[in-house]
């Protein structure tokens, strides 16, 4: 089933059309990469979802029903990728304000809040304003006010900014986390293999318009370029390229192959046993998200790096 489903969302602004007719669907449970470029139509989309703007035309389709922001919003918890913190309020105190706003009784938010620090190791945090935090630390704590109050949907926009590689973890670990526990994760980020590690279904969108969706692995396999990699103990830079395939690339053992359409894979290696190579691996070698986005964005193949396959 489905947490949320958008169907042909409109916004324009004057003459621009921010999102131009967009329509998906977030798997529940799912962790869901919204991607594009800067511009794209992201944070519209994000606003939508969340009822600070209204979409011009389309439906919002929230756990089966039409949203209702003024009902539905208690639901979702919204990470911005600005913070969103009031930087003179000591940090305990808004957690709590926080937690309430969201619907949560004084006992039970306080009961969350001290969970959530204790988790993160933020008890010493309590009695601090914001804006005596590092940049790392307000992001732990806007992570925690965003999740604490257990909503279906959780928004996350550029949740590891700021922050150090084991904090980092600790964040990717919680999302995880919540993704099992029946949480469903929207990710907006710039950096691609974050995408790839963490998300489940990814979509891009450029220039207000939809360009892809899908799970990571059907867009890897819908783009991918019949490129192998074939290695050997012994050299081989006296293959040529053949019928079958062309030569992309030579690095002392190693070849890079672009097979011809519909080659079988057994045909290639049966070619290279004939010449005496001895395998020691043969594999696909499937496009990483950034080569795809890159691509369909910007129109242009990426160059790629052929060493350490």
């Excluded at 967009?22 to 139509?41: D, E, H, R, T």
């Excluded at 190791?121 to 601090?128: A, R």
């Amino acid at each position: 089933m489905h947490l949320l489903q958008l169907e042909n969302i409109k916004k324009y602004f004057a003459t621009q059309k921010a999102v131009d007719d967009i329509s998906f669907n977030i798997p529940k449970g799912s962790i869901f990469g919204l991607l594009g470029p800067n511009g794209a139509g992201k944070t519209t989309l994000l606003r939508m979802i969340t009822g600070i703007f209204y979409q011009d035309s389309g439906q919002i389709i929230f756990n089966g029903k039409p949203y209702q922001p003024e009902d539905d919003s208690v639901n979702i918890g919204y990470m911005p990728e600005e913070r969103g913190l009031y930087k003179k309020m000591k940090i305990g105190e808004q957690a709590l304000y926080l937690a309430q706003l969201k619907g949560l009784s004084k006992s039970e938010a306080l009961a969350k809040v001290q969970y959530w620090f204790e988790k993160f190791e933020m008890q010493s945090w309590w009695h601090k304003k914001v804006e005596d935090l590092s940049k790392g630390m307000q992001q732990k704590l806007q992570f925690v006010i965003t999740v604490l109050h257990e909503p279906k949907l959780i928004i996350l926009d550029e949740p590891f900014s700021g922050l150090d590689p084991v904090n980092a973890n600790l964040i990717k670990d919680e999302i995880f986390r919540l993704a099992q526990n029946g949480s469903t994760i929207i990710f907006s980020t710039h950096r691609m293999e974050q995408v790839e590690e963490i998300c489940d279904h990814i979509i891009l969108v450029n220039k207000g318009k939809k360009i892809l969706d899908g799970t990571v692995q059907q867009v890897k396999q819908a783009h991918k370029e019949n490129l192998y990699s074939i290695s050997s103990n012994k050299p081989l830079a006296n293959i040529e390229h053949h019928s079958m395939f062309t030569v992309i690339e030579h690095n002392q053992h190693q070849l890079l192959l672009q097979l011809q359409p519909n080659t079988n894979t057994n045909d290639v290696l049966q070619w290279f046993i004939q010449q005496g190579v001895q395998i020691n691996e043969f594999k696909e070698l499937l496009p990483s998200l950034n080569d795809i986005f890159i691509k369909l964005v910007e129109g242009t193949s990426k160059a790629r790096q052929f060493q350490n396959i």
